[in-house]
């Protein structure tokens, strides 16, 4: 009977091992030490949590697909040290790998167990990706003479999280509009040409830690700069939202630039384009959301059009 149980408990303890070893894939080691006494099926049963939520994609792709046709393999490396760069970055501020969609990750903050600086969290995240997806490209671009770009998105609200699957197949990731908005983001990045768009009330959690002075940003050196880029209906989604630019004040335009811009963003918005023309020409020349905004008024004949509400109805990017 004592070898029986001694070798119960051996198994019982192997088993053990073998979940937190899965677990590990998607859990930060903060993560993994809450809930090191707890039931993993319970753990990862869905439900309702308050996420933010990260979606970030890998740009330039499909034409270095196309140029390196005869070296997939070294390609497939190069993508796989990329998305590496995402997931430790994500692990590292202590979120979940949620999925991965070809050449970009998806990661959230909120569950398993709640992170009051959930919003913070993602933010460090996304600029530890920048960073060193920016060193990376810099080598590639020694070496090969192509860069990658990347885009990033990031959205706060209500979703499910747990393990979500059929009965063939289940993963731990997250569901829900906001996820979908966070999708969305990202590809919006290469429409107004900035590397990280996040929600509002992602601006609006981040601005409150700040005043409550939580919002102590990790290794980061410069401060976070937020500023409002348009109202946008992304394709999919039936209410407008707005949308906002996260960058570090040593990347972003200075005081009177960002000013300027939302002057002729708030012109835009209420119809008087050509006050919004005269504002944004003076910082088109640096500023690519600019022109962005500028681009929509030639295209729809330098005036706003009948019943017109300050929404740019985007097509999916």
Same mark, same amino acid.
Not at 13 to 23: D, P, V
Not at 117 to 120: A, G, K, L, P, R
Not at 177 to 189: D, F, I, K, M, Q
């Given at each position: 009977e004592l070898v029986g149980s001694m070798v119960a408990n051996l198994r019982q303890?192997?088993?053990?091992?073998?979940? #937190?070893?899965?677990?590990?894939?998607?859990?930060?080691?903060?993560v993994m030490d809450a809930l090191a006494n707890q039931d993993p099926a319970e753990v990862l049963r869905p439900r309702e949590a308050n996420l933010s939520v990260m979606?970030?994609?890998l740009r330039g792709f499909t034409q270095k697909s196309e140029e390196q046709a005869d070296h997939l393999l070294e390609l497939l490396n190069q993508v796989s040290e990329s998305l590496g760069v995402m997931t430790r970055a994500i692990l590292d501020c202590g979120g979940v790998i949620g999925d991965f969609h070809g050449d970009a990750a998806m990661g959230f903050w909120g569950w398993p167990i709640a992170q009051p600086?959930?919003?913070?969290r993602a933010a460090n995240?996304?600029?530890?990706?920048?960073? #060193?997806?920016?060193?990376?490209?810099?080598?590639d671009e020694s070496e090969t003479g192509h860069r990658f770009q990347h885009g990033i998105g990031i959205a706060t609200g209500n979703a499910v999280a747990g393990q979500i699957g059929t009965v063939?197949?289940?993963?731990?990731?997250?569901?829900?509009?906001?996820?979908?908005?966070?999708?969305?983001?990202?590809?919006?990045?290469?429409?107004?040409?900035v590397q990280t !768009? !996040?929600?509002?009330?992602?601006?609006?959690?981040?601005?409150r830690m700040r005043r409550e002075d939580r919002g102590a940003i990790n290794d980061i050196g410069s401060p976070m700069?937020?500023?409002?880029?348009?109202?946008?209906?992304?394709?999919?989604?039936?209410?407008?939202?707005?949308?906002?630019?996260?960058?570090?004040?040593?990347?972003?335009?200075?005081?009177?630039?960002?000013?300027?811009?939302? #002057?002729?963003?708030?012109?835009f918005i209420e119809g008087d384009w050509t006050m919004a023309r005269d504002a944004l020409t003076c910082i088109a020349d640096c500023d690519r959301p600019s022109q962005r905004?500028?681009? #929509?008024?030639?295209?729809?004949?330098?005036?706003?059009?009948?019943?017109?509400?300050?929404?740019?109805?985007l097509e999916k990017s």
């Open positions: 303890t192997r088993r053990l091992e073998r979940r #937190q070893a899965s677990m590990r894939q998607f859990f930060a080691p903060i979606f970030c994609d600086d959930n919003v913070i995240a996304a600029i530890q990706i920048r960073r #060193q997806l920016a060193i990376m490209s810099e080598m063939d197949q289940v993963k731990v990731t997250a569901f829900g509009p906001v996820v979908n908005l966070a999708s969305r983001l990202e590809g919006l990045t290469k429409q107004f040409g !768009i !996040i929600d509002e009330p992602t601006v609006t959690s981040l601005m700069v937020t500023r409002r880029l348009a109202l946008v209906r992304p394709a999919g989604l039936i209410q407008p939202v707005n949308i906002y630019e996260l960058s570090l004040a040593n990347e972003s335009l200075n005081d009177v630039d960002l000013a300027t811009y939302q #002057q002729g963003l708030q012109a905004i500028l681009g #929509q008024m030639a295209r729809q004949g330098q005036s706003p059009p009948a019943g017109w509400l300050g929404v740019l109805d």
